[in-house]
């Protein structure tokens, strides 16, 4: 289908969406009461019916009452309003399109535009200086992954962008598919975006031209279904511009971990090695069921141990709640959470996503447990060991000593030092 077409097509779509949604909502307010971002907000949810009728009149009209615009820009995609709502509206939706609405009506299309691309950019100079200093050229090779004498795969595995910040996490993923035989293909990385950074800032066009091509590939492979690592690139995708149904999706959509639960029997007969820890789960909102199949199949480990202890963050990953405003309610909510799992005698904090692995790897310096990525604890029970090179440079406190360790692969892969360290600073460090 020609772009133009392709574009009208979704974005008719997602209109068509928000109509149903206006018919749908009745402003019951039911959402608004579960939603955790109501704290950080100051939103008073004794309101909730007047504040979700003013989301609907964002949606009308681009603006609307200051405590609706608030709540829209505050949310953090948790999905507790999900199944709060008795109408079939998604509320999580919902405000994502009363953003966009706002950003429709208020910005200019070329602001909108400059800023996607600034924005885009960004994260393509982050991903790829954070990966590439941590990669050897082969190893950054061995990621395709093609099928064995181009067969067509049964699956496709979506990196997603972010992921390869933590290189560790891809290997191990890459290696527990090889264990369940399914014929895969690899595809991610910016050349293989969702959009979401575009839409974010309003720009529909280029949102959909990124999405669209993205999709297009996946068609192509002959895949019936793409099993997505990123939260964000699920969401986008299943969500938004492609939900399930869309004449455009000649595929289905999983995330990792429910993949990997449905195929559970499979990937049991590989589970060779007891995995005797005591494991407490570091869960946010239960996005496509990823919550439910990381317990299914670490509950599979032989002699691994799951811990509740509570303390389900708020958000759909720890990076979900950017907003200045909210950021003490996130790191109070985490030290609730670190402190819980302490006094609940865990001995391995397992991480679903690579955002919050990146924030919490290092947690064995102040407490007594180590953080890992869940799929680790699954390539332990396979004999499958690929150390973390992100918590290793990170563990050294400062860019010139991450530097120093990485140095032959800042020349070998042909990075700007002085990017890499500015990379390092805000995205492995944290400093502004």
């Known amino acids: 289908m020609p772009f133009n077409e392709a574009k009208d097509s979704i974005t008719g779509q997602l209109d068509a969406r928000v109509e149903q949604v206006l018919e749908a909502c009745v402003a019951c ?85 400059a800023k996607g691309k600034e924005d885009f950019a960004t994260m393509v100079k982050g991903s790829r200086a954070m990966s590439h200093m941590q990669l050897s050229k082969a190893e950054i090779n061995n990621f395709s992954r093609p099928t064995k004498n181009g067969e067509t795969p049964e699956v496709v595995f979506w990196t997603g962008c972010n992921v390869w910040r933590t290189p560790h996490i891809v290997m191990h993923c890459l290696d527990i598919l090889d264990g369940i035989g399914a014929p895969y293909e690899v595809m991610g990385g910016p050349g293989n975006c969702c959009g979401i950074i575009q839409l974010r800032t309003g720009d529909d066009e280029n ?44 595929y289905d959509t999983s995330i990792f971990a429910g993949f990997l639960a449905s195929r559970l029997d499979d990937l049991k007969k590989k589970f060779t090695h007891p995995v005797p820890r005591k494991v407490g789960l570091h869960l946010h909102g239960d996005m496509a069921g990823v919550n439910h199949g990381v317990r299914d199949v670490l509950s599979a480990i032989p002699e691994l141990q799951i811990i509740d202890f ?44 690579h955002g919050c692995y990146r924030d919490l790897c290092t947690a064995s310096e102040e407490y007594p447990f180590e953080a890992v990525n869940f799929v680790e604890l699954i390539g332990e029970a396979m004999g499958i060991t690929h150390p973390s090179s992100f918590k290793r440079l990170k563990l050294l406190g400062e860019s010139d000593k991450v530097l120093d360790e990485v140095g032959q692969m800042i020349a070998q892969n042909a990075l700007d030092p002085d990017e890499v360290r500015a990379v390092v600073d805000t995205e492995m460090l944290g400093k502004k």
């Open 29 to 113: 307010g039911e959402c608004l009461t579960v939603c955790p971002m109501t704290v950080p907000g100051e939103i008073d949810d004794s309101n909730s019916e007047e504040v979700t009728a003013g989301v609907l009149d964002i949606l009308r009209t681009g603006s609307g009452p200051a405590d609706a615009e608030k709540w829209a820009s505050l949310c953090s995609h948790t999905g507790k309003c999900i199944d709060a709502c008795d109408y079939g509206v998604n509320p999580r939706f919902m405000l994502g399109m009363a953003r966009r609405a706002m950003k429709l009506a208020k910005v200019a299309p070329e602001e909108r535009r």
């Open 207 to 250: 949102a959909v031209r990124q999405a669209g091509t993205t999709n297009d590939r996946f068609a192509t492979t002959g895949a019936k279904e793409v099993v997505s690592w990123c939260p964000t690139c699920q969401m986008q995708f299943d969500e938004t511009l492609f939900y399930e149904g869309h004449e455009e999706r000649p």
């Open 310 to 353: 509570g303390h389900e963050m708020a958000g759909y990953q720890c990076n979900s709640i950017k907003s200045a405003s909210a950021n003490n309610f996130k790191l109070d909510a985490r030290k609730a959470q670190l402190d819980a799992a302490a006094a609940a005698g865990v001995d391995t904090l397992a991480v679903v996503y």
